[in-house]
């Protein structure tokens, strides 16, 4: 498709098939052909997820934690589950019924509602990243299995589709189950509806009192600088990071001494060709901008269907912050080339991984 | 020791349990009602503190230490909104003054309330002592309470040699609790906002009174009890949790029609659904208690959800009782179990 404005770094594509590209997620995932990069199969980094039925090693985690297989959704009614642990897992759903209806569950300060998390709302992103946008991960060793760190990801697609993406690419492939607290924009809470599952599935304003919080706790933080600015940006000017905020992720960083983890990803900025920005209409709204895309707002709620293209989410190598003195995070000079690193890092990912991409859709 | 509004049940609780404190020879108690409730072995005055006479009162009796716990939301008996704030900010500068005055007042406590943070969608989630509160409240005890700190500050400057605690204390439940929340909670269905699940924090009013007597007694070796502290129980509950632990349905509603049904309550009298209440039960409002633990050296007794426990079992039985609910689960459990499961599995389960 449009790839045309990428420029091919051929050094880049031996260095990084070398240090930075992990081994292929998917054991069957022969759909690419023998393109680009399904040769190198199993690649030197080793596999960190067991390939046979990816959904059912995540799951492992949340047994051994607290005793609950997985959730029988009282409304799904198939007829394929094995007999043995069915009864278990019946009875693991009852029980999982019986806290929600008692309100016997907990939450954190910043209504992170995790066994809602895990059981429900995860459970209906799944099919969205599995199947729809097919979601390749690389790099998720970069991500360490403990402490604050905070990703920093490119923001595209006119609807934050790629965060919810990367919280389900963290959640279901990271070894130590980690969970990612994501950072969202203020409209976010401020719309009803919207609020609620954003603060259930850990969200949280972004704003450096709440990501410095966080990642004093020791918890994992997503953040994407461009903002509306990088989300709502026009289809000709894919994946082109715009500015990156002021910078503040990197102070905020420096002061909790986290490593900053530079995250591209690829495919959300096709889901919903942006060729048009009705602003009055968004003016009136009070959004910052109001989409006009191929077929929405013309096919009406059929055309905020977003089309099925194929994802790419590569985390990178995390840019160690806490050598720094302790007066570092308040040195504007440091902050710029710290905040400019982490850009290029991310730019020059997304390029490598366009250029090795064979289509849009597959 | 001077305690105001000793009349309303927190205050008559906590001047009954100083007085057991060895450290205090005499407590006079001020309210401009008499209390309903006894005293122990307090005396009390009846005298208005948006009177002159709260001047007089505090140098005849010589008391070397103020607590303020006349910084309401709601009037005692009958009175409206109107003399509320007067007796809340008015009272307050009237008995700052008395205190300015006086030489022998050494300490002073004021309770206030975590509502000086307001609630707002752009808050952080989570406030310290410190965070400047993105919008102001507009109005109501939140801005009573604003309005009072800040006097309370300028007399921290006036008299330094006056240690000033100020206690922020979130929503505070008990068995006995009068507040309007508790108010709320009793209503058999309670009205939500659609689309928002408020963060709660509650604090017990058992930890009310202990931290009232912390603040009000020199303190003690390692800690400090002079500044702004925010009380809170550990943890936080959402709306739909303490409906459902409460056994009360909820009904949704949009945020305009919550905010129209709001002031038409109040207009007919009926009870005081305030605007601040109205945007605690939409945004929420979490605080930290860090200074608390740290500075303070106090660890509540009892968690927000214990707290909520407590305050439930005070309350009747809900529509739909938590207890009856687990049952149904219960016995469909039991059917299920001896009918060797029905054939339910995953959605989502796709790898096979």
């Not at chain 1, 031996?14 to 990069?37: D, V, Y």
């Not at chain 2, 004021?110 to 808050?123: E, F």
Request: hydrophobic letters at 40%; a neutral charge.
């Amino acid at each position: 498709m449009a790839d045309a404005k990428v420029i091919p770094f051929d050094d880049d594509r031996s260095r990084g098939s070398a240090a930075q590209r992990p081994a292929r997620r998917r054991g069957t995932g022969s759909r690419r052909g023998a393109h680009t990069e399904s040769g190198t199969g199993t690649g030197e980094m080793g596999e960190v997820q067991p390939l046979p039925g990816r959904g059912r090693a995540r799951e492992d985690g949340p047994v051994s934690r607290e005793e609950k297989p997985e959730q029988p959704q009282e409304r799904s009614s198939g007829a394929d589950g094995p007999g043995g642990g069915l009864e278990r897992r019946v009875a693991a759903g009852l029980a999982f019924l019986r806290r929600r209806l008692t309100g016997d569950y907990g939450v954190d300060d910043f209504g992170y509602d995790e066994e809602l998390t895990d059981q429900v709302l995860m459970s209906l992103l799944r099919p969205v990243y599995e199947k729809y946008f097919r979601v390749e991960v690389k790099g998720i060793e970069n991500i360490p299995a403990k402490g604050g760190a905070l990703i920093v990801a490119n923001h595209s697609g006119t609807l934050p589709l790629d965060g919810l993406m990367m919280q389900v690419a963290v959640h279901d492939h990271h070894p130590a189950d980690r969970h990612l607290r994501l950072l969202a924009a203020d409209l976010v809470f401020v719309l009803p509806v919207v609020n609620e599952l954003a603060r259930k599935l850990g969200h949280t304003l972004a704003c450096a009192e709440d990501a410095e919080r966080l990642l004093a706790q020791g918890e994992l933080v997503g953040v994407m600088p461009e903002g509306f600015k990088g989300i709502g940006k026009p289809f000709s000017e894919r994946y082109k990071l715009q500015r990156f905020g002021r910078g503040g992720f990197v102070s905020t960083a420096l002061r909790q001494g986290a490593p900053i983890i530079p995250c591209s990803i690829v495919g959300a900025e096709e889901i919903y060709p942006m060729i048009g920005n009705a602003k009055t209409l968004a003016r009136v709204l009070g959004f910052p901008y109001f989409p006009l895309t191929p077929t929405f707002p013309w096919l009406g709620p059929l055309g905020a269907v977003p089309l099925p293209t194929k994802w790419t989410i590569q985390f990178g190598q995390p840019i160690p912050t806490d050598g720094y003195p302790a007066e570092a995070a308040e040195d504007p000079m440091l902050m710029f080339n710290l905040t400019d690193q982490v850009r290029e890092q991310i730019q020059h990912t997304l390029y490598k991984l366009l250029v090795q991409r064979r289509s849009v859709f597959f | 020791m001077l305690v105001t509004g000793a009349a309303r049940q927190l205050g008559g609780r906590f001047v009954r349990r100083i007085q057991r404190d060895p450290e205090v020879d005499r407590v006079i108690a001020v309210d401009a009602v008499p209390p309903a409730h006894h005293l122990g072995g307090a005396d009390f005055i009846q005298a208005d503190i948006r009177q002159a006479t709260i001047a007089r009162v505090l140098a005849e009796t010589g008391a070397d230490t103020v607590v303020h716990m006349d910084v309401t939301g709601t009037a005692l008996g009958s009175g409206n909104r109107a003399t509320v704030k007067e007796t809340n900010v008015i009272g307050t500068m009237q008995l700052l003054g008395a205190c300015q005055k006086s030489p022998t007042v050494k300490r002073l406590v004021v309770k206030s309330s975590t509502n000086v943070y307001g609630s707002a969608p752009r808050d952080p989630a989570v406030f310290t002592e410190t965070t400047p509160p993105k919008s102001l409240p507009s109005g109501g005890f939140a801005k009573d309470a604003v309005e009072v700190e800040g006097y309370v500050r300028g007399f921290a400057r006036r008299r330094p040699d006056v240690a000033v605690c100020v206690l922020r204390f979130a929503n505070i439940l008990g068995p006995a609790a009068d507040t309007p929340l508790a108010s709320y909670f009793a209503l058999p269905v309670l009205p939500t906002v659609f689309g928002y699940d408020p963060r709660l924090q509650f604090v017990h009013e058992d930890d009310v009174v202990e931290v009232l007597r912390i603040a009000s007694h020199e303190p003690r070796r390692g800690t400090l009890n002079s500044g702004t502290f925010n009380i809170a129980g550990d943890g936080v509950l959402l709306l739909s949790q303490c409906s459902r632990r409460l056994g009360r349905p909820t009904v949704p509603l949009l945020l305009p029609a919550v905010t129209w049904a709001g002031s038409l309550v109040r207009t007919l009298g009926m009870t005081d659904f305030s605007p601040e209440q109205i945007r605690l039960l939409t945004h929420g409002r979490v605080v930290d208690t860090v200074q608390m633990r740290e500075t303070l050296g106090y660890t509540p007794r009892y968690t927000t959800a214990e707290t909520f426990a407590d305050f439930a079992r005070g309350q009747g039985p809900g529509l739909v009782p938590p207890e009856a609910l687990a049952g149904a689960v219960d016995r469909v459990a039991a059917l299920a179990a001896r009918g060797g499961g029905r054939p339910t599995t995953h959605s989502a389960d796709s790898t096979d």
